[in-house]
């Protein structure tokens, strides 16, 4: 691996391992094992999509363009919040909480869900396309520049496979009912916070 992918592959691993909404639903999704392939194919061609165009200098037309902030953090919030409350209602909901009785939901139902909190989510074109974007301008040769965005993509595909067929192995813990009220506590936590913190960065 050249240097340019490793500081690639770091720099996106140290972006994505956070506790967000997209880790969030993947790691629930994984937890029952319902569509964990077609996830995390979607959350990583997602990411490389993005990686890609940050690269390709898309992060600097973005940064250009302040009037798109408030529009897409006003939807990526309303969607949050909505997601949040949906975990809020599972987490009261003792019945739909035991790996034997998983919400069940459509492969579409639940690509769509996870494309919404991918690109609805201001926070994921700031690290992508600006962040990731921005400091491949280090690298002025194609090959170096190829390499550091293969390495951040690579990072994502890592991550997103490991936390979507690694969940399984927590399922001894979440067998009981009170592990997945605690988690979709969690969820619904993370979620608002999010949602909050898109609404107070609009001021």
Known sequence: MSAAALAGFLLGLSLIVAIGAQNAF??????????????CLVCSLSDAALIAAGVAGLG?????????????????AGFLYVYAALALRRAVQSEALTVAKPVDVSLNAAVATCLALTFLN??????????????????????AKFSYGAGATAASIVWFFALGYGAR??????ARPVAWRILDLVIAAVMGGLATSLLVGMR
């Open 26 to 39: 993947v790691l629930r999704q994984g937890l029952v094992r319902r569509h964990v392939l077609a996830l």
């Open 122 to 143: 201001p926070h994921v074109y700031l690290d992508t396309v600006v962040l990731l974007g921005s400091l491949s301008a280090r690298y002025t040769s194609p090959a």
């Open 60 to 76: 600097a037309f973005i940064t250009a363009q302040a009037w798109l902030i408030r529009p897409i953090s006003l939807a990526g």
């Open 169 to 174: 192995l927590l399922a001894p813990l979440f």
